[in-house]
Structures are given as C-alpha cells and as structure tokens.
C-alpha cells in the first residue's frame, strides 16, 4: 500500500458520515492499490450537542464542539480533517485557524467541482440552516458561481425530510418524489445543476432520481480527502 497522511473525520450526523467513510475505504483502492485506503479516525460527539446550537444561532459553540471532535482525532494521528455535515461548516472558516493540521471545507470542494464542469448557476438543497446560511453563497461567490435556493414551502419540506426520515436512516418513495419535483423547479429557475448539500442527501437522491445534474457534496469531500491524503 502506498503510504498516505491519515484522515480525520469529524462527524456530526451518523448517516452522512457513514456514507463519507465508507466513501474513502471503497474508492481508496484507485490510489492506494487493491484494498488499500488511507488510515482513518472519526469521533462523534451527539447530534444534539450540535443542534441545541444550531437552532439557538450559537455557531461559536458548535465551533468548539468540532474543534474537541478535531482534538480527539489528532491525537489518534490524524494528519488532515474533513466534517461530512454541510450545515455546521458555517462554524468552520472562524476555527480553522485554530486547527491544528488542514481542515478541507465541503462548500469549497463542492465549488471546484462546480468549476471543473462549467456549472454557472447552482441550486442548493439542505436543511434551512445551510439554505438560508452564508456557507453556499461565499464560497461558490468565490468562484463566480451564483446560487439559488428552493422557495420557504418547498425549504420546510425539505429540512423536515432530512431531520425526521434521513438522519434517522429513513427512506421514503414519496419524499424521493418530492425531491425530484423541487429540483425541478430549481432547472425552471435557471439552474444548471444541484448540490446535494446535506450529506444525507444522497442516500435518498441520486443521479437518476434528478432531473438536473447534481453535484454530492459528501463524497465530493470524501474524494477530495482521498486526493490531499495521498499527496
């Protein structure tokens, strides 16, 4: 096996982080050779230690919640971070100086992505927080690349998808439905393509289900991680 930096996941939601871990081990092999993957750590601190934040629009302390979770894998030898939850990287930019090895930023890798396909003007899914938060906007701002979100209807439906059926590893026929003809109506406005920026997201939607291309952030970032661990 080609030797590679180890990676650190700090997770936040089970399914999403799930997902990006088992990213890295399975595609791991196209640079590390058969069975081959970087060495990997994550810590999980409660969903509801995080949200108890998020809905009290603390980001400072989510901030420090991800930083103990960062701590935790740097001691166990992580040598780069990655946090497979769209939402929280609103707390991320303000501590990664703090950091003490590189953190990779979702929207950033969401956004190169973007770029390298010539995407011009992206819809966003997630939960409200992300929808209606600063992270999508300034970081695909940064790569001449506008955004638009769903309506306020459409934005509940869908932030009530992610927190009582996804992130409970539920998965619904009817809420996949529903997904489609919101990214319908995002084509309609101009869009030329999704970001799946929740990382449950893609559990429920996936390329054929979309009637735009769609952009996965998780394994966006896991690849992403996947590239910086084996430079």
């Known amino acids: 096996m080609t030797k590679s930096r180890h990676v650190g996941i700090v997770a936040v939601s089970a399914e999403g982080a799930a997902l990006c871990y088992r990213t890295i081990c399975q595609e791991g092999a196209a640079l590390f050779g058969r069975y081959g993957h970087p060495p990997v750590t994550m810590h999980t601190l409660p969903l509801a230690d995080y949200m108890r934040h998020i809905e009290a629009d603390r980001w400072d302390e989510v901030g420090r919640l991800l930083l103990s ?28 100086a703090q950091s ?11 956004a190169t992505v973007a770029a390298t396909r010539n995407f011009r003007r992206l819809g966003v899914l997630g939960t409200r927080y992300l929808m209606e938060g600063p992270v999508y906007p300034a970081k695909l701002g940064q790569r001449g690349i506008a955004c638009e979100i769903p309506d306020r209807a459409d934005r509940e439906r869908l932030n009530a998808i992610i927190f009582d059926e996804l992130v409970q590893g539920q998965i619904n026929d009817g809420s996949r439905k529903a997904c489609g003809r919101l990214i319908a109506a995002l ?21 054929e289900d979309s009637p735009l291309p769609v ?9 992403a991680a996947l590239r910086a661990a084996a430079a």
């Open 100 to 110: 003490p090895v590189t953190w990779l930023h979702i929207a950033e890798e969401v």
């Open 69 to 96: 979770s960062a701590e935790s894998v740097v001691r166990a030898g992580a040598e780069l971070l990655i946090c497979p939850d769209n939402t929280v990287h609103q707390a991320i930019d303000p501590i990664r």
């Open 215 to 223: 952009i996965d952030s998780t394994r966006a970032l896991a690849r």
């Open 187 to 207: 084509r309609d406005r101009g869009c030329d393509a999704v970001v799946l920026g929740c990382t449950e997201i893609p559990l429920l939607i996936t390329q």
